[in-house]
């Protein structure tokens, strides 16, 4: 194998990794379940913002081949700023303990019957020395860690589907698109996308490979976008469709919190599939998937402080500090509270996320700084009842939520940010593309 295909295929199956955490595993067999026979236009709705703004994100950065802080330079130097200081704080706030706490709940307290505390010391002790050795990052987690996921999630996905009775059960959902879309919101993958995207480019550069030029770099990104996108397309979908496939068979106890009815769902679907070493298998993805999302999202919060002190090695190492020690505070709480308390953030910073991504591959003679000003501001304005929605009582944004449309839908956003897009795009004076 030449240098330049190793090192696609290490690139790719590190970016797959750095993706497919604790939600990418979890969230798919349930929402697969609850879906029944409805479960294809779930998919699609959450391929949308699972894989399709994702890798859009990593087709962004390889355009821009900087930092995060480039996503947002074009509305202005500060909101830009700010924007970045919310997404990292958010990150090593959410999705990072949750990744420890998933790991605890599911893969390691059931067998050891360890404390969080304890697992979550050692797990974000273990993220430390993984981080603190970022060069090494690609390698470590594209050779080794992610086949092995990646060959454990089509044996439990390939099995689990040969041996179902292809029965479905009835959709619990009245809009399918619209849950796949809303639930693709909790696996992080977009805030994911401009987070890794980062950690990779700066692994490139730590590498200090042949491809330090920029249409080579270009490239590589790419490809390695497009290639990870398929494997979490493969994976998801096989997830989702082997939930729904086992719905007639698992039976889920809804007693149980969310968080641990998808546990039980997959440990269910694990020993189907692969008999009483499904449980074994089943921890060792968890752990496994999860450890790689922390990794990413640590060394890309970690990377972003060190550019703001001059590119200071001490500020990254402090950075890391701070962030593993909040995962372990953070992972004291158990993965469903977690969930809940990402929602309206969710809210709040996905949809801007998602424009910002998608601004940022437009060509230039369209995306504007004063394109990107008018979305921004239009999505930010409409997506405040989505965020408002889960913080007051139910029904207090009604009269609200009737007149703006798809705000049912916690989507208000939406058509307000195309149409200041294509009237903004259309007024203003034309620009060269560069």
Not at 121 to 132: E, P, R
Not at 247 to 265: H, P
Not at 304 to 317: D, E, H, Q, V
Request: hydrophobic share 55%.
């Amino acid at each position: 194998m030449n240098i330049q295909r190793k090192e696609l295929l290490v690139t790719s199956f590190a970016l797959f990794s750095l993706f497919f955490g604790a939600g990418n595993l979890l969230l798919p067999p349930l929402l697969g379940y609850n879906a029944g026979d409805n479960w294809l236009w779930v998919t699609i709705g959450f391929m949308i913002t699972a894989v399709l703004i994702p890798i859009i994100g990593i087709l962004a950065h390889s355009k821009l081949q900087g930092t995060m802080y480039n996503f947002g330079k074009k509305v202005s130097p500060w909101f830009s700023s700010v924007y970045c200081v919310i997404v990292y704080i958010i990150s090593v706030a959410i999705p990072s303990p949750r990744t420890a706490s998933a790991t605890h709940e599911i893969a390691i307290h059931p067998a050891f019957g360890t404390s969080p505390l304890l697992t979550s010391a050692i797990y974000f002790a273990l993220v430390l020395v993984f981080v603190l050795n970022r060069s090494k990052i690609l390698n470590l987690i594209g050779k080794f860690l992610t086949p092995f996921i990646v060959i454990m999630l089509l044996a439990v996905i390939s099995i689990g589907l040969s041996s179902s009775a292809f029965t479905t059960g009835t959709s619990t959902f009245k809009t399918p698109l619209v849950s796949g879309i809303l639930e693709g919101y909790q696996t992080f993958d977009a805030i994911g996308a401009v987070v890794v995207g980062a950690v990779i480019i700066v692994s490139l550069n730590f590498k200090n490979m042949k491809v330090s030029q920029f249409e080579s770099k270009r490239k590589l990104i790419r490809q390695s976008g497009f290639i990870a996108g398929g494997g979490l397309f493969i994976i998801y979908a096989g997830l989702i469709a082997t939930g729904a496939y086992y719905g007639s068979e698992i039976k889920v106890d809804t007693a149980l919190s969310s968080d641990m009815q998808r546990a039980s769902l997959l440990r269910g679907i694990s020993i189907a599939a692969l008999g009483n070493f499904g449980n074994t298998v089943l921890s060792i993805l968890i752990s496994l998937a999860c450890f790689t999302t922390a990794v990413g999202i640590v060394a890309g919060t970690a990377d972003y402080f060190r550019g703001l002190f001059n590119k200071s090695n001490t500020a990254y190492i402090i950075t890391a500090v701070i962030a593993c020690i909040a995962g372990v505070g953070v992972g004291q709480l158990d993965f469903n509270t977690i969930i809940h308390i990402a929602l309206p953030v969710l809210m709040f910073i996905y949809p801007i996320t998602i424009v910002l991504i998608i601004l940022n591959v437009l060509p230039n003679r369209i995306a504007t700084p004063l394109v990107f000003r008018a979305v921004v501001m239009v999505t930010f304005i409409f997506s405040i009842p989505d965020f408002l929605s889960f913080i007051l009582s139910k029904g207090s944004l009604d009269s609200i939520v009737e007149i703006i449309p798809l705000a049912k839908y916690n989507l208000g956003w939406v058509l307000p940010a195309v149409l200041a897009l294509v009237i903004t795009a259309l007024v203003q004076p034309k620009q060269k593309d560069i």
